[in-house]
Each structure stands twice: as C-alpha cells, then as structure tokens.
C-alpha cells in the first residue's frame, strides 16, 4: 500500500546515504591500495600483478527497462528508453580493476506514467515533460586477458541512481525525483587496443528498486513512501574507452 506523508530530512536521505558512506569506503580502500604502487617498473615495461596504475574510462550507450518503478506501475510506462553517459575512475592491479563510476542520462518519455507529465487532465501543446538520471557507485572488472590486444572483461557493481523529471500542464510547473538503489549491475565487454588505450564493445545488466518518490506543484512537496518495492532493470548497450596510466 502506498501512503503520503511528510519525512524528515535524515529519513529521505538514509537510503542514499548508506550507500555514499559504501563507496567512500572502498575509495579509500582503493587510493591506500595505489600508494603502495611498485615504483620501480620502467616505462613501456609490461606491468606486473601487483603493480597498481590509475585507470579512468568513458562510456556510451542505450538503454531499455523492464519491471517495475512501484507496485502497480511498469516501468516501460513511464519510459520508453535511456541514453547513458557514465565515466569510470579506480585502480588497476594486472587483469582486476577496482573504482567508482558516475552517470548522466536522458530518457525518452511516456507522459502518462509520470505524475509530473500526466495527461490526464487536457494539455495546451506548449507543455513539456523532461527527464534526467543521475547516479553513482562502486565497481570491479575482472580482464581475462589484459596482456594481448582481444581483452573480454565481466564486471559487478553496486550504487544509486535519481531519476529528475520537469514538467508542465495547463501552465503549472510539476517536478518529481524518484530516489531508487542499484543492488547489482551485471556487466560483459572487449577490450580492443593496448595495455594503456582500449576501446570496445559492452553490455551492462542492471537491477534494482525504487525506494520514494518526491513530487512537487505549485511549490507544495509530498513525498511517497512505498514499504513495498517493486523490482525494475535497464539493459544497455554502448562502448567504452579506457586509459589505464604506466602501461
């Protein structure tokens, strides 16, 4: 059952929250792990298991969702699709990387499934219905074979992600954000290149649950609990760029 009531600030964020407090862990974890870097390998020297080198990549790609934002509502109603940016930063040691990513996105929308973008009510044609996802997270990569030129990887991560929406109708700004976690975001690629620049091909699996929804007009805000969460996914598919520094 979904219900509407004011929150606390400490509340609304507690969800996000726990979730920073993980990632800042492991990237601290990962730049203690860097300082103790080997420094006495030579340039252009094939680099050693436990030689430690900064990696930071780029990516792009389209996606599609499936499942559920809540109860009662698929996400395929709300969304049609997601173009993705998302950058990679993290530590390197042989075939294992290590590190944090962050994401910006556009998704394509279907006005009905958004409170912020409803038609339900007529719609002069000037009205409008954005949408942005914002997210963050920590992940591992694991490269089969890092030393030759055809390098498959598979991936695992963890985050959060906010999905912001502006609308408008009948003259009347609406916004919404839904706060929601990425319990596991599954991942496969092809590393094409050199031990220092690679660019290729991925697929990325990821599936998670919306935690609450803030929905706000004519500057009043509420925001919707729903202690029973329904599981949603995005698959994409892109390509991603990779430098990994002292190869």
Same mark, same amino acid.
């Given at each position: 059952m979904t219900y509407v009531r004011p929150m606390r600030a400490t509340n609304r964020a507690r969800p996000v929250l726990s979730t920073i407090s993980a990632v800042s862990a492991l990237l601290v974890l990962t730049v203690a792990t860097a300082a103790s870097a080997d420094p006495t390998?030579?340039? *252009?020297? #094939?680099p050693s298991s436990n030689v430690v080198r900064p990696e930071a990549g780029l990516r792009l790609a389209y996606g599609q969702p499936a499942g559920r934002m809540f109860v009662g509502e698929p996400i395929r109603d709300a969304y049609a699709g997601q173009v993705l940016l998302q950058g990679d930063m993290g530590a390197r040691t042989g075939g294992t990387f290590v590190g944090l990513f962050l994401q910006a996105g556009w998704l394509s929308t279907k006005s009905d499934g958004l409170p912020a973008c409803s038609t339900s009510l007529p719609r002069p044609t000037s009205d409008s219905c954005v949408a942005y996802h914002y997210g963050a997270g920590a992940q591992v990569m694991q490269h089969v074979s890092p030393e030759l030129p055809i390098d498959p990887w598979l991936g695992l991560g963890f985050g959060f992600d906010i999905t912001h929406v502006d609308g408008s109708r009948n003259g009347? #700004? %609406?916004r919404s954000d839904n706060v929601s976690s990425v319990f596991a975001k599954f991942e496969a690629g092809l590393d094409l290149g050199s031990? !220092?620049?690679? %660019? *290729?091909?991925f697929i990325s699996w990821s599936f998670g649950t919306? %935690?609450?929804? !803030?929905?706000q007009e004519l500057g009043a805000e509420k925001v919707i609990e729903h202690p029973t969460t329904a599981l949603h996914n995005w698959l994409l598919l892109g390509i991603r760029g990779a430098y990994t520094k002292g190869g």
């Open positions: 390998a030579e340039p *252009g020297e #094939s009347v #700004s %609406l031990d !220092t620049f690679a %660019l *290729g091909p919306h %935690l609450q929804r !803030t929905y």
